[in-house]
């Protein structure tokens, strides 16, 4: 009985493993590729407009941390002016937040 009621609680934690890994991608297409770009470049309409770093560039990505991207999901970037440039992404939780950072990442050439 122990052994298959620790063969279920593994199953149920590597479904929400599973679960998590795929919000991360989910997230990134529903909220942020529209004007980041799918591959994070910022040659959208919007991201030309904005003036959005290339996030693919390694150089752009060594100037931020990864709570620095955690930050900018909840709070939103302000430019220079104070005007916010990126609004914060409401109604994700800390986990899919998180989800995003290896997605941003991976974007780097």
Do not use: Y
């Amino acid at each position: 009985m122990k052994h298959s009621l620790r063969i279920l609680a593994l199953a149920l934690a590597c479904g929400s493993l599973s679960a998590l890994a795929a919000d991360g991608p989910a997230n990134w297409e529903q909220h942020c590729a529209k004007c980041h770009g799918p591959d994070g470049k910022g040659e959208t309409k919007m991201g030309k407009k904005l003036g959005i770093a290339d996030l693919s560039d390694a150089k752009v990505q060594a100037k931020f941390a990864d709570a620095d991207v955690i930050k900018s999901v909840k709070e939103g970037i302000k430019d220079k002016e104070g005007k916010l440039a990126m609004k914060p992404i409401e109604g994700l939780t800390d986990d899919e937040i998180k989800a995003l950072i290896p997605v941003v990442r991976a974007l780097k050439k």
